[in-house]
Structures are given as structure tokens and as C-alpha cells.
């Protein structure tokens, strides 16, 4: 297969090809509404669950594909935070993983998901500064899955477009990764 790492760059690939769904997510009324003056308890709560569902139905095969292929990569599971948060604010979690028994997924099947969950930790630093600025005491104790429970290393963005750029070698696996994105952006848009 043709080589084209000198000529495509995996993160601008998968950034301009998703552009138009983080625009659709920024903007859907379960992640809008983190960023406005009058955001609620109740707004955050349901955010909250929404990602909670899509990490209980993504992030097994997530992290079995992060074993098996990229072990050495440093992923912070988000469920177990997630799972915290919600019983802080009063709804019953348990912290058993999700099941995953099937094959494990292609390399950018792993990436393009890969991809969607780090790169939203991004936008997570802005969202929590003003969650924490409107919402303060209500929700001090549940933020462990947007502050990333402090464990995320200033350098960790650098580190995963290290990764990509190394694991991505030729156009069609570029392709499918961006793909894949897409499919975990679009879980999302509800
Ligand atoms: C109100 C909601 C959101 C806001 C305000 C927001 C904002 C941002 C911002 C400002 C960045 C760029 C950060 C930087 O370059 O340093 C970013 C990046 C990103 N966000 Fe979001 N975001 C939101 C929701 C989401 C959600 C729900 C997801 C997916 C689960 C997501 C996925 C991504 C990804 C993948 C990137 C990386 C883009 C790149 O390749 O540079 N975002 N977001």
C-alpha cells in the first residue's frame, strides 16, 4: 500500500473531516445549554447521562483496542468518573464495566473513537471553567469527569497526536479512521 504519511496529516485530516459534527454538538441542546449563563443542575445532569451511556456502550471496546494495540498509551477511563459524578448527584451507579466479548475492533475503528473522547477533553477545560463558575457548590463534588479527576497531563493532547501520526501511515486507513470519528460524533447527536 502507498505510503502517504509525508503528504497527510492525520489531525488536520480528522479535524476537517468532523468539523461539521463538533460544530452540530457544540450546538445540540444537550451540550449547548453547558455554555450558557442560566445553566441548571438539571442541564448538567442530563449531559452528564447522555455521556454516560455512550461510554457504557463505547468504552470497553475502547480500551481492549488501547490494550491491544497502543499499550503503552496513557487512557484515563471515563466511566468510573462519570459513574462518581452521577451518584453525587443522586443517581445510582454501579462501576461494572460495560461487556465487550466480540473481536476487537480495527486499528481506526479504536482511533477514530480514540479521537472523539480525547479530543473532547479540549473543549471539557472551557466547559468546566464555566460550569464551575456558574454552578460552584451544587456541583464541586461531581466533576471528576470534566476536570479528568486532575490526572490528565499537561502534555497529553501532544502525546495523542504523537500517537496518530504514528499509527496512521496511508490514506484509507486515514479515511477510515475519520469515518469512525464520525460514527462516534453522531452517537452523540441525539
Ligand atoms: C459545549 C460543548 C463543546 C464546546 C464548547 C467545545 C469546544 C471545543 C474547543 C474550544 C476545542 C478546541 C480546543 C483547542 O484547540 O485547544 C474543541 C476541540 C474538540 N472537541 Fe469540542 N467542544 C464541545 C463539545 C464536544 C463534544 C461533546 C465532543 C465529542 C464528544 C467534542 C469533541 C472535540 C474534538 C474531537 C476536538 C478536537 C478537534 C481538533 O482536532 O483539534 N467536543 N472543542
Known sequence: MRNDSAVLDPMLELRNGTQDLHCRIETSTHFSVLMQEQVTLGDYLQALELLSRFYADKESQLIAGI?????????????????????????????????FTTAVPSKSEILGLLYVVEGSALGGQIITRHLAQKLGKQISEAMRFYTLDGKMPPDHWTKVKCLFRESLNDREEIAQTVFSAREAFNCLLI
Open 67 to 99: 490494550t491491544h494495540y497502543f499499550s503503552a498509551f496513557n487512557y484515563i477511563p471515563r466511566q468510573p468518573l462519570l459513574n462518581h459524578d452521577l451518584r453525587k448527584l443522586g443517581i445510582a451507579k454501579d462501576d461494572k464495566p460495560g461487556e
